[in-house]
T-cell receptor
C-alpha cells in the first residue's frame, strides 16, 4: 500500500522567497506530524494535527512558519520569507490513532530537503 | 522536560558480531519508548516499541530492546549483525500521560557493518 509521500523531495530557493511543502499521509490516518531534522540530529517536533485541527504549534520556530490540514488529509507546511537557517530536512509523519495516544507508531515520509541560498 | 541521549554517534561492528546501540532517557515517569531505523533516502521506520508489560520487546529484523526503569535505559541489541543493518537508528520517547503527543528523538546512531 502507499506510504506517506512528500513533495517536492528537494527544494532550492533563494532567501526571502516563500515555500510550501506538501505531505500526503496514509489514507485513513487521523493524526499528522511535522518535524524538522538538521544534519546529524534527530527529528525535532514542529506541529501536529488531529484530523483538520492543529492541536499544538509550540514547536514552530517563529511566525514565518505555518501549517494547515484543511480537509483532514493532505497537509502543507509553509515557510514565508525563507532564511538560510531554515535549510534542513522537513519530515512528515502520520498515525492511525489520535495524537495524545503516545503509544501509536508514526509512519514517516521520505522528507523534503530544503536549501535556502 | 524529557530528553533522549544516544551514546555514540557512530558504531562500527563486523558482520556476525553483536550490535548494541545505547539509549538513555530523562523523564519524571517512564515514557513510551521507540526505536526507529532510517535507511538512505527513506523515511524513519519503526523497529520496536515499549508501552507497558514485558520489558524485553522484540522487533523486526531480529532486533530487541530491554526497558530498564532503574537505569532509565532502552538499549537496542541484535545478536548477529548483517550488512543490511547498516543504517541510522533513532531512539524516541513520548510521555505516557493524556495528551502525550510530543515525541522526542535522540540525535541518532549511525551503524556501520564491516564485511
Amino acid at each position: 500500500g502507499a506510504g506517506v509521500s512528500q513533495s517536492p523531495r528537494y527544494k532550492v530557493t533563494k532567501r526571502g522567497q516563500d515555500v510550501a511543502l506538501r505531505c500526503d499521509p496514509i489514507s485513513g490516518h487521523v493524526s499528522l506530524y511535522w518535524y524538522r531534522q538538521a544534519l546529524g540530529q534527530g527529528p525535532e517536533f514542529l506541529t501536529y494535527f488531529n484530523y483538520e485541527a492543529q492541536q499544538d504549534k509550540s514547536g514552530l520556530p517563529n511566525d514565518r512558519f505555518s501549517a494547515e490540514r484543511p480537509e483532514g488529509s493532505i497537509s502543507t507546511l509553509t515557510i514565508q520569507r525563507t532564511e538560510q537557517r531554515d535549510s534542513a530536512m522537513y519530515r512528515c509523519a502520520s498515525s492511525p490513532g489520535l495524537a495524545g495516544e503516545g503509544y501509536n507508531e508514526q509512519f514517516f515520509g521520505p522528507g523534503t530537503r530544503l536549501t535556502v541560498l | 522536560a524529557q530528553s533522549v541521549t544516544q551514546l555514540g554517534s557512530h558504531v562500527s561492528v563486523s558482520e556476525g558480531a553483536l550490535v548494541l546501540l545505547r539509549c538513555n532517557y530523562s523523564s519524571s515517569v517512564p515514557p513510551y519508548l521507540f526505536w526507529y531505523v532510517q535507511y538512505p533516502n527513506q523515511g524513519l521506520q519503526l523497529l520496536l516499541k515499549y508501552t507497558t508489560g514485558a520489558t524485553l520487546v522484540k522487533g523486526i529484523n531480529g532486533f530487541e530492546a530491554e526497558f530498564k526503569k532503574s537505569e532509565t535505559s532502552f538499549h537496542l541489541t541484535k545478536p548477529s549483525a548483517h550488512m543490511s543493518d547498516a543504517a541510522e537508528y533513532f531512539c524516541a520517547v513520548t510521555p505516557p500521560w493524556a495528551g502525550g503527543f510530543k515525541t522526542i528523538f535522540g540525535a541518532g546512531t549511525r551503524l556501520f557493518v564491516k564485511a
